[in-house]
């Protein structure tokens, strides 16, 4: 079956860096996206990986492993903004996204 | 970044009404639109895919005699909730898939929060 992983929620300290991992298994791939979702809102679009490596864009940065099956979503100066459900969601052989169920982001002062 | 408009954003509605949510992409063609539905603190559950000019296709548990979609136009898609009740209370979002992005990266509309009394 397809399934995506990630930890259901983390805490993490204004100012400092947290990396958010997700893993996943699909029927063929795609890509990996990630989306943030604050409370009460849509999700928006974050990033897109689908070849390895490390893709940077300001203050976030998208990490890939097709071989391992894995990504992470690197924040760093956590503002207290960024706290929010970061989605995980892999586009498998059909097109299609698959769903993690997110994890949600405490920032503290 | 491409943008995805939704309408309403919030409506309240009596019991055994039906509801009409609007979902446009803006600044893009949109063949293939996404509905969506997620209840509070719960990961978003897709209950269809709207194709333009053909019928949606519908995840498994999804009555599509009650969700009934509508998709005629590359910029358009509807979902009216027929017959409306409490339980069917929720967050229902729409997502567009942009072609001119790599393969295709799905723009979220704000959202219709819908509570049925």
């Known amino acids: 079956g397809q399934n995506i992983d990630q930890p259901t929620e983390m805490t993490a300290t204004e100012g400092a860096i947290v990396q958010i991992n997700c893993t996943y298994q699909?029927?063929?791939?795609?890509?990996l996206f990630w989306y943030q979702q604050h409370a009460g809102e849509a999700p928006t679009f974050l990033s897109y990986n689908v070849l390895d490596g490390l893709e940077e864009k300001g203050r976030f940065s998208s990490f890939l492993s097709r071989s391992k099956g894995y990504s992470y979503l690197l924040l760093k100066e956590l503002q207290m903004k960024d706290s929010a459900s970061y989605l995980c969601?892999?586009?498998?052989?059909?097109?299609?996204?698959?769903w993690g169920a997110g994890t949600k982001l405490i920032i503290k002062p | 970044g491409a943008v995805v408009s939704q309408h309403p954003s919030r409506v309240i509605c009596k019991s055994g009404t039906s509801v009409k949510i609007e979902c446009r992409s803006l600044?893009?063609?949109?063949?293939?639109m996404f509905w969506y539905r997620q209840f509070p603190k719960q990961s978003l559950m897709l209950m269809a895919t709207s194709n333009e000019g053909s019928k949606a296709t519908y995840e498994q548990g999804v009555e599509k005699d009650k969700f009934l979609i509508n998709h005629a136009s590359l910029t358009l898609s509807t979902l009216t909730v027929t017959s409306a009740h409490p339980e069917d209370s929720s967050f229902y979002i729409c997502?567009?898939?942009?072609?001119?992005?790599?393969?295709?990266?799905?723009?979220f509309g704000p959202g219709t929060r819908l509570l049925v009394l």
């Open positions: 997502s567009a898939r942009d072609l001119g992005t790599s393969y295709g990266t799905q723009y």
């Open positions: 699909t029927s063929g791939f795609n890509g």
């Open positions: 969601a892999a586009l498998d052989s059909n097109y299609q996204l698959i």
């Open positions: 600044d893009f063609q949109a063949t293939t």
